[in-house]
């Protein structure tokens, strides 16, 4: 198994879903792990449970939309652990309505999270890579809709297509740190972001839950089959211990074959 061995990984949104995987991964493969997150409750609760892994875990509440905070969460988490080795920017919401129906503010939400919260983040992040001399490894949770439209889902696929160009842009600048930045895309992962939409595509488009499965979600795979945490879990530590800069700028598909490059 690849090591992290005494390396620390900030992730945010670490305490559900994808996250929350990668960071059971990453404390397996001996990082230790800042779980951050706006949920301080289930931040606290996934630390507790990595920590009996036998490596050093805190929670820190954070919205990554909010520069105070963010900047704030970073600072407390290289004062109680060191060091920040990794970013895992990861935290994430959906909402889907048609285009000619979407809210400004529903817009502004998704672009806040997932863009804004990705350059706080990273800048923070950056700037702590950079003063310990060590460099660093950023990874941007994309999408296939980093690559791939699909209905309904207009602010998500701008903002997941917008994390490739901000992950080639750190990895030109962060080259001369020893800092690498690249994204992961996956396809559907039955978390709680999907288990939520099933229904709400169902409404929206007409038909019923299984369809929406079946013939929206998994209809251009190449086996009918949802990608798992797991499975996003080992790429993302693949990114996190690879050694050199000879993998940066990168966006990796992880769906079963949903979107080929
Ligand atoms: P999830 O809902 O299980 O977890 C998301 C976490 O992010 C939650 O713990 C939530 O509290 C946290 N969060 C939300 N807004 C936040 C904010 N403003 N500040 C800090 N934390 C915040 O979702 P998930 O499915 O694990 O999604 C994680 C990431 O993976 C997202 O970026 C999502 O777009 C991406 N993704 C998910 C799928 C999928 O099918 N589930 C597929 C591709 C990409």
Same mark, same amino acid.
């Given at each position: 198994?690849?090591?992290?061995?005494?390396?620390?990984?900030?992730?945010?949104?670490?305490?559900?879903?994808? !996250?929350?995987?990668?960071?059971?991964?990453?404390?397996?493969?001996?990082?230790?792990?800042?779980?951050?997150?706006?949920?301080?409750?289930?931040?606290?609760?996934?630390?507790?449970?990595?920590?009996?892994?036998?490596?050093?875990?805190?929670?820190?509440?954070?919205?990554?939309?909010?520069?105070?905070?963010?900047?704030?969460?970073?600072?407390?988490?290289?004062?109680?652990?060191?060091?920040?080795?990794?970013?895992?920017?990861?935290?994430?919401?959906?909402?889907?309505?048609?285009?000619?129906?979407?809210?400004?503010?529903?817009?502004?939400?998704?672009?806040?999270?997932?863009?804004? !919260?990705?350059?706080?983040?990273?800048?923070?992040?950056?700037?702590?890579?950079?003063?310990? !001399?060590? !460099?660093?490894?950023?990874?941007?949770?994309?999408?296939?809709?980093?690559?791939?439209?699909?209905?309904?889902?207009?602010?998500?696929?701008?903002?997941?297509?917008?994390?490739?160009?901000?992950?080639?842009?750190?990895?030109?600048?962060?080259?001369?740190?020893?800092?690498?930045?690249?994204?992961?895309?996956?396809?559907?992962?039955?978390?709680?972001?999907?288990?939520?939409?099933?229904?709400?595509?169902?409404?929206?488009?007409?038909?019923?839950?299984?369809?929406?499965?079946?013939?929206?979600?998994?209809?251009?795979?190449?086996?009918?089959?949802?990608?798992?945490?797991?499975?996003?879990?080992?790429?993302?530590?693949?990114?996190?211990?690879?050694?050199?800069?000879?993998?940066?700028?990168?966006?990796?598909?992880?769906?079963?074959?949903?979107?080929?490059?």
């Amino acid at each position: 198994m690849a090591s992290l061995d005494n390396k620390v990984a900030y992730i945010t949104g670490a305490a559900s879903g994808i !996250g929350k995987e990668i960071a059971i991964e990453f404390a397996r493969a001996g990082a230790h792990i800042v779980v951050a997150d706006l949920n301080k409750e289930a931040a606290d609760a996934t630390a507790a449970e990595i920590a009996k892994l036998g490596v050093k875990a805190i929670g820190v509440a954070v919205d990554v939309t909010n520069e105070e905070q963010v900047d704030a969460s970073v600072q407390q988490a290289v004062a109680a652990l060191g060091n920040i080795d990794v970013l895992i920017s990861n935290a994430g919401i959906q909402i889907v309505h048609p285009v000619h129906e979407f809210s400004f503010a529903d817009w502004k939400k998704m672009l806040a999270i997932h863009l804004d !919260g990705a350059f706080l983040t990273t800048r923070a992040c950056v700037k702590q890579m950079i003063a310990s !001399g060590k !460099g660093g490894s950023i990874i941007y949770m994309g999408s296939v809709h980093s690559k791939e439209a699909s209905l309904l889902k207009a602010p998500y696929v701008t903002a997941k297509h917008g994390l490739i160009g901000l992950a080639k842009t750190v990895a030109k600048e962060g080259a001369a740190h020893n800092i690498r930045a690249n994204v992961i895309c996956p396809g559907f992962v039955r978390t709680p972001l999907v288990e939520k939409q099933i229904p709400e595509q169902a409404k929206t488009l007409g038909i019923s839950e299984q369809e929406v499965v079946k013939n929206v979600m998994l209809k251009e795979t190449v086996d009918g089959e949802f990608t798992t945490t797991a499975d996003v879990a080992q790429v993302a530590l693949m990114f996190a211990s690879f050694p050199t800069n000879a993998l940066t700028g990168q966006s990796l598909v992880v769906s079963h074959g949903w979107f080929m490059q």
